[in-house]
């Protein structure tokens, strides 16, 4: 019995250990990353708000161009005027039955508009996936990166608690200053500070990698993920940028924009012509006569010609055309920034990995050889772990800042470049 007791207890422990593990969700690839912010990030599910807005509209523009009948219907009898004036008999009845009809091509003109209408909003859906996977292009990096740097500090704190270990069986030989055991112990103390401030950049970048993708509780990366954004796909010379800004998804956007209030002016300046109302009458006459008629009821545009929409709807292409020249001059300004930082931080990258840091390394080793030799003292073995430390931690840096480079070219072409 205490036997299987203690089988049982076991198994629950086991699942008590193994469920948070089962519970976080497996590193996904950049891939996988960017399907999932273009159907969980919140600009994504605006944006397709918008869309089924822009779809409703169009369903109200189709509605038939015959306006909903209506009747007036008139009763009346005759009254005698003047002492001992009596009613007649004679009553009469009435009925003015009315067709309002579009017949100045109202209706295409309301559909016309509403299918620009709809173009703007999808191509604003196609802008939100763009924004959202350049998110999490940036959030991807951040998070493998801010890993990054919480595996150098990790490994420098350990090196560094060795090296304090080491001072203190030293130290209790008599065979080294408090000075050099003070030092070293507080080379632990700056590295666990390195470490805390890398776990705190991982919990930032895990928490907006979540919310564009819905991960909210993510794995470490495999230790094989790369570091680096994908090579890029072609030369981004002036001209293919230029090509990319006129494509760019915030330039057609607005272009977009601009046929919609083109449209919607064209819709209200048909609009001013007011449906022609026809007119069916019908009923019985003083003395019992049937009475029927035809006749129609027009408007004329004389006060109310919809001078407020037609504004509205100038001053919304005025301000898309004002947009578009602003943005096309953004977009190739962004693109050509973040090809150049591209380009300038992988050279760096190349020359810090070929030769920079090979060389702080062999400084390293020669220092700590040194010092152990006692040909140089403490402080100098020190710097230039430091010094190796720093340099490792700038190129971190610049990984970084060529992931956000590289995100800046999805975001304004729409795909991975």
Same mark, same amino acid.
Do not use: C
């Given at each position: 019995?205490?036997?299987?007791?203690?089988?049982?207890?076991?198994?629950?422990?086991?699942?008590?250990?193994? #469920?948070?593990?089962?519970?976080?969700?497996?590193?996904?690839?950049?891939?996988?990353?960017?399907?999932?912010?273009?159907?969980?990030?919140?600009?994504?599910?605006?944006?397709?708000?918008?869309?089924?807005? &822009?779809? *409703?509209?169009? $369903?109200?523009?189709?509605?038939?161009?015959?306006?909903?009948?209506?009747?007036?219907?008139?009763?009346?009898?005759?009254?005698?005027? =003047?002492?001992?004036? #009596?009613? =007649?008999?004679?009553?009469?009845? /009435?009925?003015?039955?009315?067709?309002?009809?579009?017949? #100045?091509?109202?209706?295409?003109?309301?559909?016309?508009?509403?299918?620009?209408?709809?173009?703007?909003?999808?191509?604003?859906?196609?802008?939100?996936? &763009?924004?959202?996977?350049?998110?999490?292009?940036? $959030?991807?990096?951040?998070?493998?990166?801010?890993?990054?740097?919480?595996? #150098?500090?990790?490994?420098?704190?350990?090196?560094?608690?060795?090296?304090?270990?080491?001072?203190?069986?030293?130290?209790?030989?008599?065979?080294?200053?408090?000075?050099?055991?003070?030092?070293?112990?507080?080379?632990?103390?700056?590295?666990?500070?390195?470490?805390?401030?890398?776990?705190?950049?991982?919990?930032?970048?895990?928490?907006?990698?979540?919310?564009?993708?819905?991960?909210?509780?993510?794995?470490?990366?495999?230790?094989?993920?790369?570091?680096?954004?994908?090579?890029?796909?072609?030369?981004?010379?002036?001209?293919?940028?230029?090509?990319?800004?006129?494509?760019?998804?915030?330039?057609?956007?607005?272009?977009?924009?601009?046929?919609?209030?083109?449209?919607?002016?064209?819709?209200?300046?048909?609009?001013?012509?007011?449906?022609?109302?026809?007119?069916?009458?019908?009923?019985?006459?003083?003395?019992?006569?049937?009475?029927?008629?035809?006749?129609?009821?027009?408007?004329?545009?004389?006060?109310?010609?919809?001078?407020?929409?037609?504004?509205?709807?100038?001053?919304?292409?005025?301000?898309?055309?004002?947009?578009?020249? /602003?943005?096309?001059?953004?977009?190739?300004?962004?693109?050509?920034?973040?090809?150049?930082?591209?380009?300038?931080?992988?050279?760096?990258?190349?020359?810090?990995?070929?030769?920079?840091?090979?060389?702080?390394?062999?400084?390293?080793?020669?220092?700590?050889?040194?010092?152990?030799?006692?040909?140089?003292?403490?402080?100098?073995?020190?710097?230039?772990?430091?010094?190796?430390?720093? *340099?490792?931690?700038?190129?971190?840096?610049?990984?970084?800042?060529?992931?956000?480079?590289?995100?800046?070219?999805?975001?304004?072409?729409?795909?991975?470049?």
């Amino acid at each position: 019995m205490q036997s299987a007791f203690r089988v049982l207890l076991t198994i629950l422990a086991g699942v008590f250990v193994l #469920a948070p593990r089962l519970a976080r969700a497996e590193f996904p690839t950049l891939e996988v990353a960017i399907q999932r912010a273009r159907a969980h990030a919140a600009v994504v599910l605006e944006a397709q708000a918008e869309m089924g807005v &822009a779809n *409703a509209q169009l $369903a109200g523009a189709r509605v038939s161009a015959l306006g909903n009948p209506y009747t007036d219907i008139q009763v009346d009898r005759p009254f005698i005027p =003047g002492p001992g004036g #009596a009613g =007649g008999s004679e009553v009469q009845a /009435l009925t003015f039955t009315y067709f309002p009809l579009d017949i #100045a091509g109202q209706r295409g003109k309301r559909i016309e508009e509403a299918e620009r209408f709809i173009a703007w909003k999808k191509i604003g859906l196609v802008n939100a996936s &763009a924004l959202a996977t350049g998110d999490v292009v940036s $959030a991807y990096g951040e998070y493998v990166v801010s890993w990054a740097r919480v595996d #150098a500090s990790t490994a420098g704190e350990i090196t560094a608690r060795e090296e304090a270990k080491y001072f203190q069986g030293r130290f209790e030989a008599r065979d080294t200053t408090l000075y050099e055991k003070s030092v070293a112990e507080a080379e632990v103390a700056r590295w666990v500070q390195q470490r805390v401030e890398a776990e705190l950049r991982v919990a930032n970048a895990r928490a907006r990698f979540g919310q564009l993708t819905g991960l909210l509780d993510l794995d470490k990366p495999p230790q094989n993920v790369n570091i680096l954004p994908p090579p890029l796909r072609g030369t981004w010379d002036d001209a293919q940028i230029a090509r990319v800004a006129d494509k760019a998804p915030i330039v057609s956007r607005f272009n977009a924009e601009k046929s919609y209030w083109e449209a919607s002016i064209e819709r209200y300046e048909r609009e001013k012509i007011p449906p022609l109302a026809l007119e069916l009458i019908g009923g019985r006459g003083g003395v019992g006569e049937m009475r029927l008629g035809v006749g129609a009821v027009i408007t004329y545009p004389v006060t109310r010609r919809f001078q407020g929409e037609i504004a509205r709807a100038e001053q919304g292409r005025l301000n898309a055309v004002r947009q578009l020249d /602003l943005y096309r001059g953004i977009v190739i300004a962004r693109l050509r920034a973040a090809r150049d930082a591209i380009v300038a931080v992988t050279k760096a990258l190349e020359e810090l990995d070929q030769n920079g840091i090979p060389a702080l390394e062999r400084a390293v080793r020669t220092s700590v050889e040194s010092f152990r030799a006692g040909k140089i003292d403490l402080t100098r073995a020190l710097l230039a772990r430091r010094d190796l430390a720093v *340099a490792r931690a700038r190129r971190l840096d610049l990984v970084e800042s060529i992931w956000r480079a590289y995100a800046d070219l999805v975001i304004f072409s729409g795909e991975l470049p």
